[in-house]
């Protein structure tokens, strides 16, 4: 459910010095990538392009960018917005061209060649980014034009694009002192040393963590089909015959939970999810934790904020540590009272079944899972015959995306495609003109990542004229050969979701590659996609889409109210263990540079006492030990950011609601106050724009019926 962009490949720009240009043009002779392509709207040639081309047009691309930053860096000319930031916006087209085909396909399609490929051009490529961010020259001319951009006469996005290459410099140490740029390094290094460990351990200790029964009668409730899987999983370790092996998920919560009929049996497991990197073994964790948590606090004091959570916060739509945390503390009441009601009903459950004993987090799904079987009892083989994944897309997804946008869709079977089975659109705008070409790569695959992401192949920008080419990719089970091709409603769910993200990609107008698009905050980059969902089930869309692929039947309204209720179901407990994980990270994210080294598991325990939450019966998601998120790199800080999201989701969705609904009016409203805009503008202020007034909690509470 992500994006995936280049976050570190910063779109750079030309301005070539002679020599540079010379040079790099004879570099790059006969690389396919050295030149744009010449298919409609410069799609990739899929049909030309063989995994030897990418090497060296990496390599090449590297040499370009470095070149034009050179020049730029280096022009004896005083700094001017063109040949400065707009220069910059143009650099890295080669490197761009290249690496946004290459890493689509590490990601969708990979093989050992790619793989090998990937591994020697990362550091490159990271380095490269170094070079650019912490180029003094370069920065020099950015704070020149920075400090007198009142005086310039700049439009607003050329303001807007000065001013986050300043910050995304400054942010990245371009301030500095030379010996304080050097204790950043080092900090930037042992950081990301410690984070690799991390994530090292975690998986080791993950697997080791798994849970061996040796009898088959522990494994009650399982499915003949799971038991199967265990008893191989041990074959596989090599251990006696006669044993089962669970394997943990990455979660606190673990899967088989929900069905183990052996109570012993599943508090065995859920301790072992809990403590699988606290043991004071190999895999142990915590001394990681403990020295993440301070380096990161010294990488923000010397970067001048107060904690890391601020620094994190410093270039998002949240702002600061203090209105995230205050976002998650406003929903703690609700899901409180959600937690302890729902508690109290299991306790009578298991009170009514003969129980002597009162719920615990190893019990909650066990029991919650017959609560659901007895009020929704929803069956994927009753649903599945209405949601043909074709006629999701063409009927649900583009259905929606025509009555909001006015857009068009048209398969394009003449693009080369880099597997077969993904499709191509040609998506027109409502005045027929061409907007962009989307690809949609639906089927699991053995050399696919996991999840379900959207990214481009080209990127929108009225400055270098491209228009956008964007794929989804998806990993839904592929039917045999003559089967229909019949998703879950989950499946269709994230077709939306995913379709979310690509319209924020299409429906992108901006100048500026640095602003356009989906280059956009963490908290706010999930926020299109969710928004997308609510359109699935919107009675018009529904109606158009939900048919039985056989007889054309519309799915029973019965049937759809009992699924729409059932996602109101035990929340308390769902967006509880969201919000827990959400606030311990941000309170170990606040520590200062001067506090001590921390007791990982009592800090754990005093942070999320005081929250308020139910955390005795709905631990977090995530235990600071096997927290991966926030401590294996990627997300320190920035948990919360998919709560906040699906707040401004519910939100914004409120406020079609208030106004009218699905109209092709509400439509072009969003579009053009939001999908067009990427960063052009303080997202706070955009999102204020739209509605005409801050986001509110309350719709998304509703909307998880805790409300
Ligand atoms: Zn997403």
Not at 569 to 580: H, K, S
């Amino acid at each position: 459910m992500r994006t995936l962009t280049l976050g570190a490949l910063a779109v750079l720009t030309t301005s070539l010095s002679p020599l540079a240009a010379t040079t790099a043009n004879a570099q790059a002779a006969g690389s396919i990538f050295a030149d744009a392509s010449t298919l409609p709207f410069q799609a990739p040639d899929f049909s030309k392009i063989k995994d030897s081309d990418y090497q060296p047009a990496i390599l090449q691309g590297i040499a370009r960018q470095q070149a034009e930053i050179d020049a730029i860096a280096n022009n004896p000319d005083a700094p001017t917005f063109a040949n400065t930031i707009e220069a910059k916006e143009r650099s890295g087209q080669m490197l761009n061209r290249v690496y946004n085909v290459f890493s689509a396909l590490t990601s969708a399609n990979t093989n050992d060649a790619l793989d090998k490929i990937d591994s020697e051009t990362a550091p490159k490529i990271a380095a490269l980014q170094d070079a650019i961010n912490l180029n003094p020259k370069l920065f020099q001319r950015v704070k020149t034009l920075y400090d007198q951009r009142a005086t310039l006469g700049l439009t607003a996005d050329q303001l807007q694009v000065l001013t986050v290459t300043y910050q995304d410099m400054a942010r990245n140490g371009a301030l500095l002192s030379v010996a304080d740029k050097a204790a950043l390094t080092t900090l930037n290094g042992k950081i990301a040393a410690l984070q690799t460990e991390f994530g090292q351990k975690l998986t080791a200790g993950t697997k080791d963590g798994a849970l061996v029964v040796k009898s088959k009668a522990a494994l009650a409730g399982m499915s003949d089909g799971e038991i199967a899987a265990a008893a191989k999983a041990a074959a596989d370790r090599k251990l006696p015959g006669g044993s089962y092996v669970i394997a943990l998920q990455n979660t606190t919560q673990q899967p088989a939970l929900s069905s183990l009929t052996n109570r012993a049996t599943r508090q065995a497991l859920f301790t072992k999810s809990w403590t699988r990197s606290e043991k004071g073994d190999a895999n142990d964790t915590r001394a990681l934790v403990q020295e993440l948590a301070q380096l990161r606090a010294q990488k923000a004091k010397l970067l001048g904020f107060p904690d890391y959570a601020s620094f994190a916060l410093s270039d998002q739509m949240a702002k600061t540590r203090d209105t995230a945390t205050g976002f998650l503390q406003q929903m703690v009441p609700a899901l409180a009272s959600a937690q302890h009601r729902d508690a109290a009903e299991l306790n009578t459950l298991i009170k009514t079944k003969g129980g002597k004993f009162t719920v615990n987090p190893a019990d909650w799904n066990y029991y919650s899972e017959q609560l659901r079987k007895a009020r929704f009892d929803l069956d994927q083989g009753q649903i599945k015959p209405y949601l043909e994944i074709t006629n999701v897309l063409e009927n649900g997804v583009f259905f929606a995306a025509n009555q909001l946008y006015g857009l068009s869709f048209k398969k394009r079977s003449d693009i080369p495609v880099y597997h077969p089975d993904v499709t191509v659109y040609q998506v027109n705008d409502a005045d027929g003109s061409e907007l962009a070409l989307f690809y949609f790569d639906p089927w699991k695959r053995d050399n696919k990542q996991g999840g379900a992401w959207m990214s481009n192949f080209v990127n929108q920008t009225t400055l270098l004229g491209t228009k956008p080419v964007v794929f989804n990719v998806e990993n839904f089970i592929k039917p045999a050969a003559g089967q229909p091709a019949l998703i879950t409603w989950d499946d269709a769910n994230t077709m939306f979701h995913e379709f979310g993200h690509a319209l924020h990609g299409m429906l992108s107008n901006q100048k500026y590659p640095t602003i356009a698009g989906t280059n956009t905050a963490r908290d706010f980059v999930e926020f299109p996609s969710q928004f997308n969902e609510n359109w699935m089930t919107e009675p018009a869309v529904l109606a158009n889409f939900a048919k039985h692929y056989q007889t054309g039947a519309p799915m029973p309204a019965d049937l759809i109210a009992k699924i729409k209720k059932a996602h109101t179901f035990n929340q308390g407990y769902a967006l509880g263990e969201v919000i827990a994980a959400a606030l311990l990270d941000l309170k170990w994210h606040s520590l200062p540079a001067s506090a001590p080294k921390q007791d990982v598991l009592k800090f754990e325990s005093q942070a999320l006492g005081a929250t308020g939450l139910d955390v005795k019966d709905v631990p977090s998601r995530y235990h600071s030990p096997y927290f991966r998120h926030i401590w294996g790199g990627g997300y320190a800080a920035g948990y919360y950011a998919y709560s906040w999201t699906e707040m401004l989701d519910h939100d914004a969705f409120q406020w079609f609601t208030d106004n009218g609904g699905m109209t092709r009016a509400n439509g072009q409203r969003f579009r053009d106050m939001i999908l067009s805009k990427g960063h052009s503008q303080d997202y706070a202020e955009m999102y204020r724009a739209f509605t005409g007034r801050d986001p509110s909690i309350e719709p998304m509470l509703k909307a998880r019926g805790l409300k």
